[in-house]
């Protein structure tokens, strides 16, 4: 077969051909049986052609405007830690536990640190090394709360002292002295009633953080249940396939059976 | 009525993404359907759908109107799936399931159609996948084009770079090799019952 007749047949198959060149090749077929031959096969080879389907995919592609770079969203696989979820759920747990009981526990560079009670004498403590940091940090100033106690305590014993240096001292004077010790009281009442304050606010704002972490982990917790449930869903799918298969094996028998 | 591809391109490149969008979702089927058949990857082809269309996106101002928006597409994609058989050093799969599920043939065929017509055609399709697969690049983008895609010869010649006689001949060995392949794995001219 000629290049030229190749050209032919194709134009011919396709429908390409000016009417001239058509009017040609028709004459040519009736007396050509290889070339009649070759169309008549060609014709049925596109016919078996248009089987070929690709499969039908979900499509959801559009094109959108790109964001800030800090607005992207990495893949889940690259943030989920396994066990960060308990560890959050256990950080709450202790936070709720250390503002009910009035708990501190701490692990710094100044070393490990438990206290309990509101006013943490050294008694209270337990300290591996180190003095107390958060001094530095403003936040409480366990310090200057102590020396404030002992200048009370020194201020007591001198009263005590000069109450019993003077037992026959007026009714005037007593008097003046419980307003002292009344006074003494009320100051270290409000010391006290400062230092829980300043405690609260600072327990409060860990919880609060900790309410953060764990709320953002509970999110990431959530997608990776759902993921989870993905994966659940795809072998669910992968039984019915099965089931599939069992019943076109059972249809393909029944139909030998029928033959 | 619906805008044509023109008035869709003209709006895009005056920055409406709706437009654009628009015109994803009237050519992403078929340009989907082009890369399968030239890769024959599924996944693959659905990557090289989306990048064609973000190209095309991003080239959207050097688009001057010379061809067809359909054609500048089709000659995006067609770039894309070359550049994915020469970095992967593959040659276009097949990628027919190794089953053919009765159950669901049924729900695709017409209430005329036996369940064994519906078997027989998803044979025949999967034996057309395979002889494809077996055809030179060259000769494969030719007949997907001309036959899935309903270009003319010049278009294809245009789109290709090559003489329109190098496309006919293409066209030709291509589809005399289809045929002698399906011929060997037992497919006869009459097998569709026409």
Redesign the interface.
């Known amino acids: 077969m000629t290049c030229e007749s190749r050209e032919l047949i194709v134009g011919y198959l396709y429908d390409e051909l000016t009417d001239s060149e058509r009017r040609s090749f028709d004459a040519h077929l009736s007396v050509c049986d290889e070339c009649r031959g070759e169309v008549a096969g060609l014709k049925a080879t596109r016919s078996h052609l248009s089987l070929w389907a690709p499969p039908e995919p979900e499509f959801a592609f559009r094109v959108v405007r790109e964001q800030a770079p800090d607005a992207k969203v990495l893949p889940m696989r690259s943030r989920w830690k396994p066990g960060l979820g308990l560890a959050a759920a256990a950080v709450l747990v202790l936070a709720a536990a250390t503002a009910i009981a009035n708990l501190e526990v701490r692990y710094d560079a100044s070393g490990l640190v438990v206290r309990t009670g509101w006013a943490r004498g050294d008694g209270a403590t337990v300290q591996n090394t180190g003095q107390d940091s958060r001094a530095a940090n403003g936040a409480i100033q366990p310090a200057s709360f102590r020396s404030e106690l002992q200048a009370l305590e020194r201020r007591l014993r001198d009263l005590e002292i000069s109450a019993a240096a003077r037992p026959s001292a007026g009714s005037l004077q007593t008097a003046s002295a419980r307003m002292d010790d009344a006074e003494m009281l009320r100051r270290v009442r409000q010391i006290v009633g400062d230092a829980e304050s300043r405690q609260q606010i600072i327990v409060a704002e860990r919880l609060l953080e900790v309410m953060r972490d764990f709320d953002r982990q509970r999110q990431v917790d959530l997608a990776a249940i759902e993921r989870g449930l993905g994966t659940y869903q795809g072998l669910t799918n992968a039984e019915i396939a099965q089931q599939r298969d069992m019943l076109n094996q059972l249809y393909r028998v029944a139909a030998r059976q029928e033959k | 009525m619906a805008s044509s591809d023109e008035e869709l391109v003209a709006r895009s490149m005056g920055g409406d ?1 709706d437009s ?2 628009q015109l ?1 979702l009237r050519w ?2 078929p340009i ?2 082009l890369a ?2 030239v890769i024959g990857r ?1 996944e693959d ?2 990557d090289v ?2 990048e064609t ?2 190209r095309a ?1 991003r080239a959207l101002s050097g688009f001057k109107g010379q061809a067809k928006f359909s054609s500048w597409l089709y000659r995006i994609t067609l770039n894309l799936c070359r550049d994915w058989i020469r970095k992967e050093r593959r040659t276009p799969v097949s990628q027919a399931p190794e ?6 043939l049924a729900g695709e065929g017409t209430p005329a159609e036996s ?1 064994e017509q519906l078997v027989g ?1 998803k044979q ?2 999967r ?3 395979k002889a ?1 697969a077996m055809l030179p690049e060259e000769q494969r983008t030719a ?1 997907i084009l ?3 895609h309903g270009l ?2 010049q278009e294809i010649a245009d789109m290709l770079d090559c003489p329109l ?1 190098t496309v ?2 293409r ?2 060995q291509g ?2 090799v ?2 002698k392949q ?1 011929e060997e794995a037992g ?1 006869k ?4 019952g ?1």
Do not use: C, H, W
């Not at chain 2, 089953?99 to 669901?104: L, T």
């Open positions: 993404l654009f969008n994803v992403e089927r989907y359907a399968y058949r599924e082809a659905r759908a989306q269309f973000l996106f089953g053919i599920d009765i159950i669901e369940i055609r025949l399709g034996a057309v996948s494809m007949i001309k036959e899935y003319t010869f006689s006919k001949t066209l030709y589809l005399s289809v045929r399906l497919v001219p009459d097998s569709l026409k």
